[in-house]
């Protein structure tokens, strides 16, 4: 599994943003995708995670109602839809792929992107 992140760039607090993940090869059903992120500094952080088959949505506290994680199994492609971005939002985001759902909210997934930069100016 090969997984390509982008859509990251330098946007103005309250801007809006689109992520993109596209995965290669075939994903099942049982597949967990998530979204994380990883400020100078700080700790890689979970942020969010769909499920690929029924498609439940999970979401940090940090960033429910304001991130929303969707996929295209066509495209074989998951989003994060970004708005009211804050300063705090800043950081490296990486998608990620995994079976299990607790290794995906834990950062522990077996499949990372190589990460896009999100920078939000104040």
């Known amino acids: 599994v090969q997984l390509q992140a982008s859509g990251g760039g330098l946007v103005q607090a309250g801007d809006s943003l689109r992520l993109s993940c596209a995965a290669s090869g075939r994903i099942y059903s049982s597949a967990v995708m998530g979204w994380s992120r990883q400020a100078p500094g700080k700790e890689r952080e979970w942020v969010a995670a769909i499920r690929w088959g029924v498609g439940n949505t999970y979401y940090s506290e940090s960033v429910k109602g304001r991130f929303t994680i969707s996929r295209d199994k066509a495209e074989n492609t998951v989003y994060l839809q970004m708005l009211s971005l804050k300063p705090e939002d800043t950081a490296i985001y990486y998608c990620?792929?995994?079976?299990?759902?607790?290794?995906?909210?834990?950062?522990?997934?077996?499949?990372w992107g190589q990460g896009t930069q999100v920078t939000v100016s104040s």
């Open positions: 990620s792929q995994d079976s299990d759902w607790g290794k995906v909210v834990t950062n522990k997934a077996d499949y």
